[in-house]
């Protein structure tokens, strides 16, 4: 049977099924080692420098209570470029800091029409950061943990 080109053809009457593999391919994960994690603390360090935010004090959570970002809420910024990296260095810590995903998310969406509540927002994140520099999660290689995944073609 030709299963790429089985139903671009023709309607499925029959009910298919399929079997899964008699042996599923196992992933072994190695979560990020310890001094990956430094290396992220010092990039989101080298990050509080270039926003000035070296010396300022930390809040507990990513985003200000209450806070609701709109593109027309603050005054225009004269000099978006200093934003516009914060966010974008933000953006990749997103990939190690699921904590400040939505937030990073809800402020890259003004990146067009920047305002001073938007610059605001990301200079929490940034002292948030500074209070979490070494938070994260790290699994040593002797651990019993072993994750398993598999795909389906869906």
Do not use: W
Not at 4 to 10: D, G, H, M, T, V
Request: hydrophobic share 40%.
């Amino acid at each position: 049977m030709d299963v790429k080109n089985a139903f671009l053809n023709r309607d499925l009457h029959e009910e298919g099924y399929m079997q899964p593999p008699t042996r599923f391919v196992t992933f072994d994960v190695h979560f990020m080692a310890l001094n990956k994690l430094h290396e992220l603390a010092k990039y989101a360090s080298d990050l509080l420098s270039r926003a000035g935010l070296t010396d300022s004090k930390t809040v507990d959570t990513p985003v200000e209570l209450n806070a609701h970002l709109t593109p027309s809420g603050g005054k225009p910024l004269s000099n978006p470029s200093l934003y516009r990296r914060l966010v974008g260095s933000l953006v990749y810590l997103t990939v190690t800091r699921l904590d400040i995903s939505y937030t990073v998310h809800q402020v890259s969406q003004y990146l067009s029409a920047l305002r001073s509540i938007h610059c605001a927002a990301v200079l929490h994140i940034l002292r948030y950061l500074k209070g979490t520099l070494f938070h994260g999660l790290f699994y040593s290689a002797q651990s019993p943990l072993v994750l398993r995944a598999f795909s389906d073609v869906d």
